[in-house]
Nanobody
Framework: QVQLVESGGGTVQPGGSLRLSCAFS????????MGWYRQAPGKQRELVAV???????NYADSVKGRFTISRDNAKNTVYLQMNSLKPEDTAVYYC???????????WGQGTQVTVSS
């Protein structure tokens, strides 16, 4: 039932910024913890940031101070503001939704972020 659609990916130069969006539909957004994951070629998928239904956030050490996750419950949307981008941030970024009551996970289809000069 839950559908997640990411947008906002693209190609930027090192030091640039991007803002990813994830549109949630099919259930009650406020009952889900939301997160962003990424997967680079040859590497495992890793958690980038999470924002719980109550607003608590957590970040991977590699992005702390550069990325900010937020959610707008009125718009059923979660965002990832990415600043000071580095080439090592290049990856496919996936939106994740986790129902608090069941723990079931839902995934978006991903959006490519490329940081290159």
């Amino acid at each position: 039932q839950v559908q997640l659609v990411e947008s906002g990916g693209g190609t930027v130069q090192p030091g640039g910024s991007l803002r990813l969006s994830c549109a949630f539909s099919g259930s009650i957004f406020s009952t889900y913890n939301m997160g962003w994951y990424r997967q680079a070629p040859g590497k495992q998928r890793e958690l980038v940031a999470v924002i719980l239904s109550g607003g608590i956030t957590n970040y991977a050490d590699s992005v702390k101070g550069r990325f900010t996750i937020s959610r707008d419950n009125a718009k059923n949307t979660v965002y990832l503001q990415m600043n000071s981008l580095k080439p090592e941030d290049t990856a496919v970024y996936y939106c994740n939704a986790r129902r608090t009551s069941t723990g079931r996970n839902y995934w978006g289809q991903g959006t490519q972020v490329t940081v290159s000069s």
